[in-house]
C-alpha cells in the first residue's frame, strides 16, 4: 500500500463517516415501515444523496486505493468520488418517481424478488465487474447493477430505516470487497427469499416493517 492509497482510503471512509452522521439526523423520524412518506423532492434529495454516499462509499475503498496507484489517477479521484454518489442520485430520482407508501404483501414480494435477482447471472456480472472496473462510468454502473436488488428491498422494508439502512450497507459493503463464493451466495440469496416469505405470513414478526400505532 503506497501513502496516496492509504491517504485516499482514509477520506473516502472519512467522508463515508461524515454522511452517516448527516443521513441519520436527516432520517430521524421519517421512519414508518411500508407506510413512510419520501415528502417533498427537495427533503427526500436531501436525505438520499447523503444516505447512498454513507451506504456505498466504503465498498468504493479497494477501487479508490487502486487508483491512487497512478497519479493521473490519483488526480481525478474526487470527480470518481463525485461521479459514483451522481449516479446514486440518479437512482434516488427513479426511487421517488416510482415509490409509494405501500403494505406488507408487497414488501414480501419486493424482497423474494431481490432473491432471486441475486441469484441472476446480470447480478454475477455486475458484481465481478463492480470489483475490477477502474473508470468511474464503468465501477458506478457496474455497482448500481450488482446493489440494485438490495435496495430494492431497502425501499421494500423502510426506505428510511436506520436498521435496514446499516443491514444493507454492510452487505453491498461486503459483496463489492469480497469475491463471489457460491456456498456462501447462494444459502444468502434464499435467505432473503426465506425473508420475504416470513413477511407475507407474519409481517408482525419484522422488526420496524409496521410501526405501532
Not at 477501487?63 to 468520488?81: D, E, G, I, N, Q
Not at 439502512?165 to 469475491?179: G, R
Request: proline share 5%; hydrophobic share 60%.
Amino acid at each position: 500500500m503506497t501513502r496516496s492509497s492509504a491517504i485516499a482510503a482514509v477520506a473516502t471512509l472519512a467522508l463515508a463517516t461524515g454522511c452517516w452522521v448527516v443521513a441519520l439526523r436527516q432520517m430521524r423520524g421519517m421512519d414508518m415501515g411500508v407506510a413512510t412518506d419520501l415528502g417533498s423532492f427537495g427533503v427526500f434529495v436531501a436525505v438520499w444523496v447523503p444516505m447512498m454516499a454513507a451506504m456505498m462509499l466504503p465498498g468504493a475503498v479497494p477501487t479508490v486505493m487502486r487508483r491512487a496507484w497512478s497519479m493521473s489517477a490519483a488526480r481525478s479521484l474526487p470527480l470518481f468520488v463525485v461521479t459514483y454518489v451522481a449516479v446514486w442520485a440518479v437512482v434516488g430520482i427513479a426511487v421517488y418517481l416510482l415509490y409509494r407508501p405501500h403494505g406488507t404483501a408487497a414488501a414480501g414480494v419486493l424482497v423474494i424478488a431481490t432473491g432471486v435477482y441475486e441469484l441472476t447471472p446480470l447480478k454475477t456480472r455486475c458484481r465481478r465487474r463492480c470489483r475490477q472496473a477502474f473508470g468511474s462510468g464503468e465501477f458506478s454502473l457496474a455497482c448500481v447493477g450488482s446493489s440494485i436488488g438490495m435496495m430494492v428491498a431497502l425501499v421494500a422494508l423502510g426506505s428510511m430505516s436506520v436498521m435496514w439502512m446499516v443491514i444493507i450497507a454492510l452487505v453491498v459493503s461486503a459483496q463489492k470487497i469480497l469475491p463471489a463464493q457460491r456456498v456462501v451466495d447462494v444459502p444468502f440469496a434464499f435467505a432473503i427469499v426465506a425473508l420475504g416469505v416470513l413477511i407475507l405470513a407474519t409481517p408482525a414478526s419484522i422488526p420496524g416493517l409496521v410501526p405501532s400505532m
